[in-house]
């Protein structure tokens, strides 16, 4: 057995130990509601819906789960965390680290931190994993669309998360259609499995303070819940409300009013003040620090907008250390203010004294209301709606909630005396009033149904174009306004010179990644108004340094941003001069000048700025933004698999010798493998020189041999890829019929490298081959990839399988699914596969390459779009499992 097999079994078997359940949930006495959830899923009867009031643990169903599963509950093995938006405070990544320590063969990605979208639940289709996402990265991959993803892998992805997967959408009241389209995959999936027992179930668990819709399969607290006291003292938590009329152009000023007078009353309170729109909470800010009422500064924290992941963690950090998070300084006595967009509404696990904010529909009512006194522990807590009089005229535009609803809903609140108390206790008795409820709510959006032709049509990924393939956005969110579309914005300190070609420029990005670290996402429409803004600003100050002699800003010629499509293709591309002149457009010009950013990733260069300390767009911040994902640090602390470096050709190193020696990068780092290269710099048509991307571990779909240098023999390789198939079959619980067809896929999918074709690319000198090895499955360092002359190897394979005793011997559908998996096992034949380089005649490739995809078709019938893409995870598990723990052969070399 090998070694790295023997350490990976003695890590399996420490998941493997009756668990405890109360060290799972981290307390010693367990809620009632979350005891009853443990038995449901010990019994493999899950709700379909969690309607647990905030504050009461909801992100526990993580380790309900994980609890149920190591109890042994036929439970799906993953579970994807569900969240609307990235957050700040991410209560559910904090669940799963936790989990994680507890059992370490557990995978989890997770929204933050070092295993910040790590996709490391793509090795093991048998392992447990909690994958934590957003509806956008989750839904995209869903639907063999994913963001960031090669059209290669997404199958992979698409196959995993819609086969053997407890989804858990929380917060479902904002996204109506995304959790109509997740009910549609679970009942696809159910009459899948009525006729094919062998595909594992999906299921979708909706967590919600305030269900849109209800369901006869809710889970809801019940009288033993009521009578425990923690419980008892969160949903009863005192929190007295007043309503005050005030006029719109005066809300700022009320607003600093009002938390004058609570903090005379609690001097060392912390209070949350909410603002609907994004320029009253930075105004609010602006005069509170005026007002001098906050003695320091640094206790007021403001939470607007978008902020990159990177610093995401350091808001986090500041949010605990002023008391709204975790536990509190019982000797602190300074008060702390925290002003609030829409951002700390959902999802956010702060904890606050009193609140003062403005009037929005009812959902978002609920949410901020569960802000305050979340715990139970202040008796005195006050929450202050400030009521500017406006009309549904007033919020169009904003929401097509009607406020006369809310304040109807505000004024049946449960009174005592002349108080009136809106806990959750309270709130709950409003659910009688269904109608308020509904106009006081935003409309949720039209969307279509997912019906089976557009997802099969999503699922022919090895199709760059197909005309039958439609955004997915309607069925993510709705049928929304132009302008709601979302946008992923990066900073780059290298990006390639103007002039570069589209298809290198998507190789460099396919090579380093945009990671999750490096992103802040928003919507389309405010980054490209952050962009027009910047420009003008990088022009203002381009002319004045003219003026003045200096250098201009962002004087370098080369390109100053890149769009990428959802498929990674180059949208459009902007030069630094044409940035610059874009800011001296006129504003209609302008617009029409600015790319399409709807779904798209926006690489800038870090010199056009644009980015605050705090992580958030700053269209006053000037360049260059100091860090970056390229940075050595950054790539270490978030476990990035690609690395940056440069090579300057020993002939001209002198002239950039100097300039070089400035950087903080001058090489790859030791161990990492050269996976592409594009010219920076040109003297004289001459590269001076290269940025070179590597490897320090493959990525989600690449694989490296150890041994011999990196050198691996089709024969051990083959070996090797049977024996992880048949480990995960056995984990999967799978039948024999199916096993053997995995195994006959497993000996004959490599096959066509025998080909002299690929032997030529693979050996690069035969000197450094130890003898015995050939012919090789994996090699050190190959030949240029047009070697191969656009030979595939898995279509070789597929003609040697075609004639091969194990697999002729198959009955027909088994060998239909056999030869599928070999022609599929590197994302290509859905549903086509190219036929060239091959030494067979045409007439028989070209043949082979139509039945590959009539083949498809058949299998996709049988199996579903998500469960034919689960099978081809399985082969393509083992293959990499096998490529990065080889077995060490013998060899006389």
Known sequence: MRGSRALRERVENRILVQPDFKSLLGHDRPFPWQERLLHRMLSGALPSALDIPTGLGKTSVMAIWLSARLQGAKLPRRLVYIVDRRVVVDQATREAEKLLEQHPALHISTLRGQFADNREWLKDPAAPAIIIGTVDMVGSRLLFSGYGVGRGMRPVHAGMLGQDTLFVLDEAHLVPPFEAMLRAATAENSHLRQANKALPGVWLLTLSATQRSGSGNTFALDAADKAHPVVAQRIGAPKLITIETVQAKALVAEVIGKLGTLLEDDPSARVVLFCDARKDAVAVEAALIKSKIMEKADRVALLTGARRVHEREDASAQLARLGFTGPRDDKE??????????????????????????????????????????????????????????????WAGRSDANPEAVRTLLGHLEKDGAEAFCGPQA????????????????????????????????????????????????????????????????????LPPEGTRETEIEQLFRAATPHLSEKLETEAWQVAEWLAE??????????????????????????????????????????????????????????????DLSSATLVVSSLVGGLSAQGMLDASIDGPVEQTAEQPKWAERYKIAWRIGFETPKDVASSVEEEDAKGDISCLPKGSGETFRIALKSVNDEVSKWLLVGRVKPGPDEVSGSGHGNYL???????????????????????????????????????????????????????????????????????????????????????????????????????????????????????????????????????????????????????????????ESILRAADRAASENPSVEDTDG
């Open 534 to 595: 910047r420009s003008r600003g990088i022009g203002k100050a381009a002319a004045k340094a003219k003026n003045v002699g200096d250098v201009p800003p962002v004087a370098e010629n080369g390109i100053a941003a890149i769009v990428l499509a959802p498929d990674g293709a180059v949208r459009a591309t902007m030069s630094l001069d044409e940035f610059r002149a874009l800011g001296e457009m006129k504003n209609k010009e302008r617009e029409a000048a600015l790319p």
């Open 427 to 494: 709130l709950r008795t409003l659910n009688r009033f269904k109608t308020a409820i509904d106009e006081a709510s935003t409309q949720a959006p039209l969307h279509p149904a997912l019906d089976r032709p557009t997802l099969d049509a999503w699922s022919l990924t090895s199709l760059k174009e197909h005309t039958g393939r439609t955004e997915i956005v309607p069925w993510l969110r709705g049928w929304i306004e132009e302008d709601r579309p979302q946008c992923a914005v990066i900073w780059r300190q290298h």
């Open 713 to 871: 023999s089709l024969r051990i390789h083959t070996a090797d890829v049977r024996r992880e198939t048949a480990e995960i079959c056995s984990k999967l619980g799978l039948s024999d019929a199916l096993t053997q067809i995995f195994d006959a896929a497993a000996m004959m999918h490599d096959r066509g490298k025998v080909a002299a074709v690929w032997q030529r690319y693979a050996w690069v000198d035969h000197r450094d081959v130890p003898s015995g090895l050939a012919p090789l499955a994996k090699t050190r360092r190959s030949r240029h990839w047009r070697t191969l002359q656009n030979y595939r190897h898995e279509f070789g394979s597929l003609l040697e399988a075609a004639r091969n005793d194990a697999i002729t011997a198959l009955p027909e559908a088994d060998r239909d699914l056999a030869l599928h998996l070999i022609a599929s096992h590197h994302g290509h034949a859905r549903p086509f596969i190219r036929p060239d380089g091959c030494e067979s005649p045409a007439e028989k490739v070209e043949g082979q390459a139509l039945e590959a995809a009539l083949r498809f078709a058949r299998l996709q019938e049988v199996w579903g779009p998500w469960g034919l893409a689960w099978l």
């Open 333 to 394: 006595r300074d008060p702390a203010v925290l002003i609030a967009t829409s951002a700390g509404e959902v999802g956010v696990d702060f904890d606050a004294d009193h609140t003062v904010m403005d009037l929005v529909p009812w959902e978002r009512m609920v949410q901020r209301l569960g802000r305050v006194n979340r715990r139970g522990a202040h008796e005195g807590s006050q929450v202050v709606v400030l009521d500017t009089g406006a009309d549904a005229a007033g």
